[in-house]
């Protein structure tokens, strides 16, 4: 991630909390970003994250407060949303409809709603929200797995053929790698943007996973393994 990309992340930041003096810090809740391989689980861990802590479950209501606060069409959002270096070709759709939906309101749009959730507290699934919340009280968390062992365990769940779940998942992962990189210059790949990774390729019950990860959440929350300079006063 380039120092111009983190500059405008904290910038936006610091807008968009619009923090009263002297108020804590602190989330009400638990916060969580949550990154995941297509078929690794990540789903499912954070839909029983939500239910054990009790949390909002952001994913595709993220989708929908960016397109409201751009005034646009989810659609198109989605499309942004989907691929992002499709913004700088969407030239005739800005002319026609006046409305400027490029990338840079994209993203900047896309920074505001995030934080702006986790003053809430709350899970938010994707979208680079683990680099948007890079200094914020949250837990950063990745489920990863590899292509093969994730197709084989969706083609025995009954998802598809293990062939076609294959592509599918090298596609999507390939997808949200290109994302990341295109909006905040970050790779998945990169173990030290996140708190906490782990690979379920040798597991069948995430009940466990969601059981540290709770554990973790919590003292996040509460300020106790944060550095100093995260810890919120």
Known sequence: ??????????????????PHEGSPRLPPKPVITLSRDFGSGGDVI???????????????????????RLKDDPAIVRMLDESFGRAKDMWLYRLLSGKDIGPDSYRDTLVKVVVSLSRLGGIIVGRGAHVILFEECALRVR????????????????????????????????????????????????????????????????????????VLAKAVQGGRVLRQDLKRD
Not at 158 to 185: C, M, P, S, T
Request: one cysteine or more; aromatic letters at 6%; hydrophobic letters at 45%.
């Open 1 to 18: 991630m380039t120092n111009t990309v983190l500059s405008v992340i904290s910038a936006l930041a610091a807008v968009g909390s619009n």
């Open 46 to 68: 954070a839909t029983k994250l939500a239910q054990a802590l009790d949390l909002p479950l952001y994913d595709d209501q993220v989708l929908r407060d960016v397109a409201t």
């Open 143 to 214: 489920i990863a797995g590899t292509p093969e062992i994730c197709a084989r365990r969706m083609a025995a769940a009954g998802h598809g053929k293990e062939e076609d779940l294959l592509a599918q998942a090298r596609d999507i992962n390939h997808r949200r790698g290109k994302f990341v990189w295109e909006v905040f210059q970050s790779r998945l790949s990169d173990a030290n943007e996140f708190d906490l990774t782990i690979n379920t390729d040798r597991m069948d019950n995430f009940d466990d996973v969601v059981d540290t990860i709770v």
